[in-house]
């Protein structure tokens, strides 16, 4: 009797687990606190729910809007677009829906044009335009270097050599752990660094700079404790 009152609850059970499951993947990103990959869901030239728009320094406003890409997922990228050639100018898409200090990125992004920089970034612990992290690979300087922005004024913590092609999708990651940070790129651990700077939750963004056009594309966010 046993094993048959054991049979029969598996039976109805597993109905019931598969359901919940599907369930919570037809739940956004957004919706479950920022983990996970945060959906770029939205209309050719608009921007996604969830995200505003704001740069560092001078120059024309940021331009960010989706825009199609084959290579992107569901053939949509977020893009930086404006081509203002101002060089000290850090556009930036803040996703609004996180607030987080210690917390994992990662996003594919692709330089496609740029003149006087080609280049994507992640910042992190954003607390406004002008204080926050930023990891930025660059494909006309070959190299990945992690940022600190105090008051609009921009200080590299370090950096390293890397082969960043432009037409290209690349990786960049970046895990916040207190004042310990770990960039990493297409798919390999490059440095680590300490800097106690900022040591409060805030946003996450892209960024990118002066006239870099620079599509994004599966930007995964999990706030860690």
Not at 134 to 160: K, M, S
Not at 167 to 176: E, G, K, N, V
Not at 216 to 225: E, H, V
């Amino acid at each position: 009797m046993t094993s048959a009152v054991t049979r029969a609850s598996r039976v109805t059970i597993r109905p019931l687990v598969l359901l919940g499951m599907f369930a919570c993947l037809a739940v956004p990103a957004a919706t479950q606190g920022g983990a996970g990959m945060v959906p770029f869901s939205t209309q050719i030239g608009a921007l996604p729910d969830g995200f505003r728009t704001t740069r560092t320094g001078k120059g024309a406003p940021a331009t960010w809007a989706i825009v199609e890409d084959a290579g992107a997922t569901g053939g949509r990228a977020l893009a930086q677009t404006s081509a203002d050639q101002t060089d000290y100018r850090f556009p930036l898409a803040v996703y609004d829906r996180v607030d987080a200090k210690n917390v994992e990125v990662s996003v594919r992004f692709k330089p496609v044009a740029g003149g006087i920089d080609r280049a994507g970034g992640i910042a992190i612990r954003f607390t406004d335009a002008d204080n926050y992290y930023v990891v930025r690979a660059n494909a006309l300087e070959n190299n990945v270097n992690f940022y600190r922005v105090v008051q609009g004024a921009r200080r590299e913590i370090h950096g390293v050599t890397a082969k960043v092609q432009s037409d290209q999708w690349h990786t960049l990651s970046i895990r916040a752990e207190g004042d310990r940070f770990s960039i990493g790129f297409d798919g390999l651990t490059l440095f680590t660094a300490n800097d106690r700077t900022f040591a409060s939750a805030g946003k996450v963004a892209l960024w990118t700079k002066a006239d870099s056009i620079t599509h994004f594309d599966a930007l995964t966010i999990k706030p860690l404790p």
